[in-house]
């Protein structure tokens, strides 16, 4: 008789697999090297190709065009009757991990690595909707959440899934619910000025002959022998504070807490700040500006921001919009309601901006960029924020974000234009490898067709009923016709 817990573990284990086989099974071809006859090519870089060719070899795109030379022996998709487009890049999102960090209010030193989850369905649905690239990062309740990493959806460990492994630190400028904007604010500072505080201690004991900080760095199990370790170096960046006779400092004896800090200021790694509301915009600038990490900041907004638009265009940074492109608020004289479409007020400004994903199924990237159509903006407009402005916000411009040579070969296979409603992914390349092919998925052709995956239970089939009596579980049994023996 199996105990409530052997039945739980069961049960989760049962999952993990059915998870593993699903994300497993689109799974084509895995070399690198393919070539891809399209009907069509929106390149995101130039004029569209009608019956062009994309050849792609070790994971990069060798050539495309109108008339392409296809090596002899590399393996040929015909996509004649589809249209190829780049894979979209989703640059910020805190989904795909077991939980964001919102418990440590400032943990620099995490690191979204451990809590990402290969199997987790977000990743499958990102490959069902043509998301090919994706910044992940803690979540927003936090000060200083931890560092971020770019991944690709597909790969069964965090390392095959990897394409950038520090995309930045996540801070928010918005407090935590019971928290008010004032603490938040000076929590803010206040994490900057112990840095400040820490490395001048370090300088000091350092001419003191104090070797207490060799010792930590020693017990943290940090590699004080290599060469980036023995290169002392002045403080980089352009922070308002400086610790002078820093370079007396070797980099393996700065406490692993404080190093990713460190490197923001030093301008090392990019800083994702999250704003609630208009004020706090004004308190991530001014602490990204005196940190000296201005530069190397994107901001992070709610619909709501759009009010300091003036005031991030002159700052000159980056924005990822919210999902809700549409800030509505109502009139407090005449009551009547009014709409902002916050898109186009960015656009109006100047500023640089990304569009997210609220989910994949209704709120895709594909979506959003349809909206800003619908909204009266060009079609280049919306679809360059759903490839290469956030490319080149995540730093990777040269790679991903449009179909030209060089960059990863990284292919959207779709059914008609990439913003209309009546179109789907047919297939998804990554770095030349088939990984999604829509004929081949059991969930979708459930979901569409009312298909029942093979190996499942039907639908409208019931479990066994149990009895839960403390630690254990009871089935209940079926019952026995007249005459026949129980075992």
Not at 1 to 6: L, Y
Not at 280 to 290: F, G, N, Q, Y
Not at 299 to 319: N, Q, T, Y
Not at 439 to 453: A, C, F, I, N, Q
Request: glycine share 8%; with cysteine.
């Amino acid at each position: 008789m199996k105990t409530q817990r052997q039945t739980q573990t069961m049960r989760s284990t049962i999952q993990s697999a059915l998870a593993l086989t699903l994300l497993a099974a689109p799974l084509l071809a895995g070399d690198g090297r393919l070539a891809i006859r399209a009907g069509k090519i929106i390149t995101q870089a130039g004029e569209a190709i009608i019956d062009g060719t994309i050849v792609i070899e070790n994971g990069r795109i060798t050539a495309v065009g109108a008339e392409v030379e296809v090596p002899w022996d590399v393996e040929v998709l015909d996509a004649t009757h589809l249209t190829a487009f780049p894979g979209f890049v989703e640059a910020h999102g805190n989904r795909g991990m077991d939980r964001p960090n919102e418990n440590i209010d400032v943990a620099p030193f995490l690191n979204i690595r451990d809590s990402i989850d290969p199997v987790n369905f977000y990743f499958e649905d990102s490959l069902r909707w043509g998301v090919t690239t994706i910044n992940v990062q803690q979540g927003a309740s936090c000060v200083i959440g931890g560092q971020g990493m770019v991944v690709k959806p597909f790969g069964m460990t965090v390392e095959e899934m990897l394409v950038r492994p520090a995309s930045g630190i996540k801070l928010s400028a918005s407090p935590k619910s019971g928290k008010s904007r004032a603490t938040q604010a000076q929590a803010l500072r206040k994490a900057f000025t112990e840095l400040e505080h820490y490395l001048a201690g370090l300088v000091q004991k350092q001419k003191d002959g104090d070797d207490s900080a060799r010792r930590e760095a020693l017990y943290q199990g940090r590699d004080l022998d290599s060469e980036e370790a023995r290169e002392g170096r002045a403080q980089a960046g352009s922070a308002a504070w400086t610790v002078a006779d820093l370079e007396l400092i070797p980099r393996g004896e700065i406490d692993e807490k404080q190093a990713p800090l460190l490197d923001l200021v030093e301008g090392r790694i990019p800083a994702w700040f999250y704003c609630g509301a208009p004020m706090d915009v004004r308190v991530a600038l001014e602490v990204a500006r005196k940190n000296g990490f201005l530069a190397q900041t994107t901001l992070v907004l709610a619909s709501s921001c759009w009010k300091a638009a003036d005031e991030i265009a002159e700052a000159g940074v980056p924005v990822v919009l919210s999902a809700a492109l549409m800030h509505i608020e109502r009139d407090p004289v005449t009551g009547e309601e009014i709409e902002t479409f916050v898109p186009k007020v960015f656009k109006e400004k100047g500023v640089r901006y990304a569009l997210a994903s609220s989910n994949q199924s209704t709120q895709s990237l594909w979506f959003q960029a349809a909206s800003c159509v619908a909204q009266g903006m060009s079609r280049a407009e919306a679809l360059a924020a759903v490839t290469t402005v956030p490319a080149d916000i995540l730093g990777l411009g040269k790679r991903v974000g449009s179909l030209e040579k060089g960059k990863d070969g990284n292919v959207l296979l779709l059914s008609g234009d990439p913003l209309s409603v009546t179109s789907f992914v047919e297939y998804v390349v990554l770095e030349g490898s088939t990984v999604y092919d829509r004929s081949k998925d059991v969930r979708m052709r459930h979901l569409l067709e009312g298909e029942t995956p093979e190996g499942t239970a039907p639908a409208g089939s019931e479990e066994p009923k149990v009895h839960e009596h403390e630690d254990e579980v009871v089935t209940e049994e079926e019952p026995v016709d007249a005459g026949e023996d129980k075992e």
